[in-house]
């Protein structure tokens, strides 16, 4: 079965930073796609950085461009989202999702899921 747990969530100032992992089970990195979303209070779940499986090319929103980071290290089936320069606006629950194969960065794109950390980003 593929299971994905986020974690390193917390409470942060802002300018501070955080990494994220997610850990991963069931599955190949190389065949799937993977990426961070999240999701703020009365705001829909959005794309926050996504590796694509076809090239290893890496998606990042907008938002996040030069502030944050996905790496992944395939030894430990872990991925990571360095998060440097926090806003509140970065303020939201965190989570991992993956597809197998070629996938788009955005939630409907992602079959499975894991359990969300929270980010708290205090101005």
């Known amino acids: 079965d593929v299971q994905l747990q986020a974690s390193g969530g917390g409470l942060v100032q802002a300018g501070g930073s955080l990494r994220l992992s997610c850990a991963a089970s069931?599955?190949?990195?190389?065949?799937?796609?993977i990426g961070w979303f999240r999701q703020a209070p009365g705001k829909e779940r959005e794309g926050v950085s996504c590796?694509?499986?076809?090239?290893?090319?890496?998606y990042y929103a907008d938002s996040v461009k030069g502030r944050f980071t996905f790496s992944s290290d395939n030894a430990k089936n872990t991925v990571y989202l360095q998060m440097n320069s926090l806003k509140s606006e970065d303020t939201a629950v965190y989570y991992c999702?993956?597809?197998?194969?070629?996938?788009?960065?955005?939630?409907?794109?992602?079959?499975?899921w894991g359990k969300g950390t929270l980010v708290t980003v205090s101005s």
């Open positions: 999702a993956a597809v197998k194969g070629e996938g788009i960065c955005h939630y409907y794109g992602m079959d499975y």
């Open positions: 069931g599955f190949t990195f190389d065949d799937y796609t």
């Open positions: 590796i694509f499986s076809s090239d290893g090319s890496i």
